[in-house]
C-alpha cells in the first residue's frame, strides 16, 4: 500500500516527484517513508521492502560470503583489546555497514573493517 504523507492523490503525483510517501513493506508490514520518486525507482530492484527486509531480496552472496568474515576478525581484534560488541553478526550481514561496540570505559562507537 502506498498513500502521499500529505494526503494528496498519488496518482496525480509525477514519477520523479520528491513528495513523501508512505509505503507498507510486503514482508514484515512496517510502514516507512520514501520519495515518491524512489519509490519508483525502487519498484524495478526490491518492490516495496523496507531497509530492514531489502537484504531478502539481495542475493546471498553479496552479503555472507564479504561481509561475515570481516565480523569475525572484528569480533576477535575487540575481545583481544577489551572491547564489547553489542551488533549481531545477523544485524552486521544484513546491512549494517558498521559493528557497534563499547571501550573498557564503557564508551559507546562504531567500527567497520577495512582491508
Do not use: W
Not at 513528495?19 to 526490491?46: A, H, K, P, S
Not at 531489502?54 to 561475515?68: C, D, Q
Amino acid at each position: 500500500m502506498i498513500r502521499s504523507k500529505n494526503g494528496l492523490n498519488i496518482k496525480e503525483l509525477n514519477k520523479t516527484s520528491q513528495e513523501i510517501v508512505l509505503v507498507t513493506c510486503v514482508i514484515c508490514g512496517q510502514e516507512y517513508e520514501t520519495t515518491y520518486y524512489n519509490y519508483n525507482y525502487n519498484q524495478r530492484t526490491y518492490p516495496r521492502t523496507c531497509k530492514k527486509c531489502l537484504f531478502i531480496h539481495r542475493s546471498p552472496k553479496s552479503f555472507n560470503t564479504r561481509k561475515a568474515p570481516y565480523y569475525e576478525k572484528i569480533k576477535d581484534e575487540m575481545i583481544q583489546e577489551k572491547y564489547s560488541i553489542t551488533t549481531t553478526e545477523a544485524d552486521y550481514i544484513s546491512g549494517d555497514a558498521y559493528i557497534k561496540s563499547k571501550c573498557p570505559n564503557n564508551h559507546d562507537f562504531t567500527v567497520t573493517y577495512k582491508e
